[in-house]
């Protein structure tokens, strides 16, 4: 079946940088969109970032994290990693990583509900 598990992030300190990971199993890796949420204590969950499918050449970030944030995809590996840099405490969250069942479209790429499956989330948290 398919699944998508999530590793790396953990406590950092503001200013550091980590690499959260992502693999796939029990779909054709390449031929998906995938993406990246963040949900903070109380909050709803919010887009990240997303990859094409195939070689990954187009990548898509929300606002706050342009600049800092790197999305990339390893086929070979079944694996999306987030590089991020210049951590910031807004950044402390759960992240997900999810499959896009549609197609690439900038206007949907942030709703969650256009991704059909979904990791169980790892937490990042960056302090002060």
């Known amino acids: 079946q398919v699944q998508l598990v999530e590793s790396g992030g953990g406590l950092v300190q503001a200013g550091d940088s980590t690499r959260l990971s992502c693999a796939g199993s029990?779909?054709?890796?390449?031929?998906?969109?995938m993406g990246w949420f963040r949900q903070a204590p109380g909050k709803e969950r919010d887009f990240v970032a997303a990859?094409?499918?195939?070689?990954?050449?187009?990548?898509y970030y929300v606002d706050s994290v342009k600049g800092r944030f790197t999305l990339s995809r390893d086929n070979a590996e079944n694996t999306v990693y987030l590089q991020m840099n210049s951590l910031k405490p807004e950044d402390t969250a759960v992240y997900y990583c999810?499959?896009?069942?549609?197609?690439?479209?900038?206007?949907?790429?942030?709703?969650?509900?256009?991704?059909?499956?979904w990791g169980q989330g790892t937490q990042v948290t960056v302090s002060s």
């Open positions: 990859i094409s499918r195939g070689a990954g050449r187009t990548t």
């Open positions: 029990g779909f054709p890796f390449s031929s998906y969109i």
């Open positions: 999810a499959r896009r069942s549609g197609w690439w479209t900038e206007t949907t790429l942030g709703t969650a509900n256009e991704y059909d499956y």
